[in-house]
């Protein structure tokens, strides 16, 4: 305080160098939720090549394109993952859970009704592909799978797998082309 000067490094850069400096450094900061990330990197891309930012991010170009991702999925999966206490008793959908729900991208109501099963039944990152990945198996039963819990939904997969077994749906086909060659 009363200081006239400070001590101070005086960097001569271009804008698009500023630029890409306020932006790692943003990139850079522990309490960044990964939307903010996923933005700062594509402003970096935009005067950048990919090759570029990864290295300049220590990080490869899988990761860049992982993040941009995330601003594929619907506005309410992004606002999900920009929050940062969860509520008394809930959990916060983590990148895991929000890569997942790209699976249901073609049904954005279904991911919507995930969000909220994914949070009321507190599933990890695993049980939350398990039962996706059963509503895309079985689209048929997703209803089912949307409304009950977890041990149910594991109840019924096995027992649709027991039904109609990998081997027997390949050895159906199979005969079935038999028959329709013959024929």
């Known amino acids: 305080a009363g200081n006239k000067t400070i001590p101070a490094i005086v960097k001569e850069m271009s804008d ?3 630029h890409a400096d306020a932006l790692l450094e943003n990139f ?10 996923a933005r700062a990197i594509q402003g970096l891309l935009t005067f950048m090549s ?7 991010l220590g990080v490869s170009e ?6 941009l991702e995330l601003l594929e999925l619907p506005v309410f999966v992004q606002q999900e993952l920009t929050l940062r206490a969860p509520l008394p008793g809930q ?8 890569r997942a729900l790209a ?3 073609h049904d954005p109501s279904t991911q919507k009704r995930m969000v909220e099963k994914i949070k009321s039944e507190k599933l990890n990152v695993g049980d939350s ?23 149910i939904t ?13 081997d027997l749906k390949a050895l159906f086909v199979e005969t079935l082309l038999i028959v329709e060659v013959s024929i």
């Not at 959990?91 to 929000?98: F, N």
């Not at 594991?154 to 990998?166: N, V, Y």
Request: charged letters at 35%; proline letters at 5%; a positive charge.
């Open 16 to 18: 698009e160098d500023a």
């Open 28 to 37: 850079q900061r522990e309490d960044m939720n990964p939307i903010e990330k």
């Open 50 to 56: 990919w090759e570029k930012c990864g290295k300049t």
């Open 62 to 67: 899988t990761t860049l394109r992982r993040s």
């Open 91 to 98: 959990i916060l959908l983590t990148e895991g859970h929000a």
């Open 103 to 105: 699976a249901l991208a």
């Open 129 to 151: 592909e398990r039962i996706m990945g059963a509503i895309v198996k079985y689209p048929e039963k997703k209803e089912a799978f949307l409304r009950v819990p977890l041990a």
């Open 154 to 166: 594991d109840q019924l997969l096995k027992r649709l797998s027991i039904q109609c077994p990998d």
